[in-house]
């Protein structure tokens, strides 16, 4: 997958170069909101806040949400995201790659283990052939002594554990920027 590059042209720059600008971006990172909205929470007039968000807009950094109810709507675009969080979409792959490991290596260990539980199947006469893994015959009476010759599949488990602290840091991770986030309103 192609990192994705967040380019700022000299708008982007002007836009960021004031403090509450910043400060609506970190704003809009929490949810979407009005005017109104962001003009109480920064104590500003509304029509100095519009004018901070047509620069926002005009550089591409948030965008006007008008679906034809009475309020209109301001948020962050992509580029807005990328810039208040630029390492989420790592920490999002990096969090999916883990859980998808995971899931694989438990897949696995299911796959072997549950196999040898069905070898053996009971007729009336005691003695049936089984398939085995691997395509192998063998008589019911043997399968017993085949399970418990069945071997533990220790690299799964180490894989598993190997993913699992991944996806646990990277939530973590996620956890810490959002707290953070918060704590600074």
């Known amino acids: 997958m192609e990192e994705e590059r967040i380019t700022l042209d000299r708008e982007a720059f002007r836009a960021l170069a004031s403090d509450t600008r910043v400060s609506i971006l970190k704003s809009l990172g929490r949810r979407r909101k009005t005017l109104t909205e962001l003009s109480k929470q920064l104590g500003m007039s509304p029509s100095s806040v519009k004018e901070h968000m047509e620069s926002l807009t005009g550089a591409g950094l948030t965008v006007m949400i008008d679906d034809g109810h009475k309020w209109k709507y301001y948020e962050l675009t992509r580029k807005g995201r990328n810039v208040l969080n630029p390492s989420d979409t790592k920490i999002w792959i990096l969090l999916s790659v883990s859980v998808l490991g995971i899931l694989v290596a438990s897949l696995d260990i299911l796959k072997n283990t549950i196999q040898p539980a069905y070898m053996a199947i009971p007729e009336q006469s005691g003695m049936v052939r089984a398939p085995v893994s691997g395509g192998a015959e063998m008589l ?46």
């Open 140 to 185: 019911a009476e043997n399968a017993p002594a085949a399970a418990s010759a069945m071997q533990i599949p220790y690299l799964h488990i180490a894989a598993i554990a190997l993913f699992s602290c991944v996806a646990a840091l990277a939530l973590y991770s996620l956890y810490k920027k959002k707290r953070t986030l918060f704590k600074s309103q």
